[in-house]
């Protein structure tokens, strides 16, 4: 176990030219075992600290902050943002790895990801942990979504951006105040006399441009490649949840990789892996593997 990562980065290209996406990584940079944890849609790496700790003494761990958040670049062409070419640059930090195969964890869009990597003939990935999303797009949650990302917020102090994060992801349900604050700081940053989230607010135009038809398109290839899925499968829910429903991990359950569903009750979405609870479901899938 590791108790600090090293920071990294791998150039990447874009329909705009290339970029820069930064990653920290924990644990033996020599170890063929490695993990890529993948952050949700406007979050950041630095949600993986907790996790990464707990799993660095087996396993090489790698997580990125996805081009437009954190220390990644911002993109010139927000359509860059969207599922398919972040999938492409992670595939080129897979290379920079240089290791054969993978296991992904990846929470909401990570998550997404996951499932268009792991769904393609000869798949890097091993192993897939995907932490409460599904090929089933719930409107009314992602549209929530699409709203306050929209909004830029700006914060005159930490206190009032921990109030604001506490009401937008209440459904991460963190235990105490210092969790919350922890999980503030990591996507904070100054700007001048105030604060402002460190992700670019592009990232939210791909979302706000698709429609209902869009999405249910988008629903489709999710659908095709998650059945097309042949590695061993974790689903994580949160029982209360607006972005994966018990039905769609029901339909899950019965399809594709047939994955085992751990689901976490009082939490929505999504679960930051704070809670030991947590950390051990993933770790001990993984370690299942590892040996």
């Given amino acids: 176990m590791t108790e600090t990562p090293t920071y990294h980065a791998v150039r990447c290209l874009g329909t705009a030219g290339f970029h820069t996406m930064r ?17 949700g849609l406007n979050r950041v790496g630095r949600d993986f600290d907790r ?77 897939l942990v995907i932490n409460d999303i599904g090929p089933h797009l719930e409107w009314s949650g992602l549209a929530q979504i699409g709203a306050h990302l929209g909004r830029d917020p700006r914060f005159d102090s930490i206190d009032d951006a921990v109030a604001y994060l506490r009401t937008v992801s209440a459904g991460a349900a963190m235990r105490n105040d210092a969790e919350w604050r922890e999980m503030t700081l990591s996507v904070l940053k100054r700007d001048g006399d105030g604060y402002v989230f460190h992700y670019d607010p592009a990232i939210a135009d791909v979302l706000r441009a698709m429609g209902r038809r869009d999405f249910r398109a988008a629903e489709r290839q999710l659908w ?23 039905e769609t991990v ?21 679960p930051m892996f704070f ?17």
Avoid at 23 to 39: E, F, K, L, S, T
Avoid at 250 to 270: D, E, I, L
Wanted: charged share 15%.
């Fill in 23 to 39: 990653y920290a990584q924990w644990g033996d940079p020599a170890n063929p075992r490695a993990v890529i944890c993948v952050h």
């Fill in 51 to 127: 996790l990464a700790r707990a799993l660095s003494g087996r396993y090489r761990v790698v997580c990125p902050d996805l081009p437009g958040r954190g220390a990644s670049d911002w993109l010139r062409d927000p359509a860059g943002y969207g599922i398919e070419p972040t999938a492409a640059d992670l595939v080129a930090l897979i290379a920079r790895l240089d290791v054969e195969t993978v296991s992904w964890v990846g929470t909401s869009f990570g998550g997404l990801i996951g499932i268009a990597l792991a769904g393609l003939p000869q798949s890097p990935i091993a192993r």
């Fill in 224 to 246: 095709q490649r998650y059945d097309a899925i042949a590695c061993p499968t974790l689903v994580l829910h949160g029982e209360k949840s607006d972005i994966l429903g018990a």
């Fill in 250 to 270: 029901a339909a899950m359950q019965g399809r594709g990789p047939r994955p085992q569903v751990v689901t976490f009750p009082g939490v929505g979405h999504a």
């Fill in 275 to 291: 809670d030991p609870v947590q950390i051990a479901a993933v770790r001990d899938f993984l370690f299942a593997e590892a040996g």
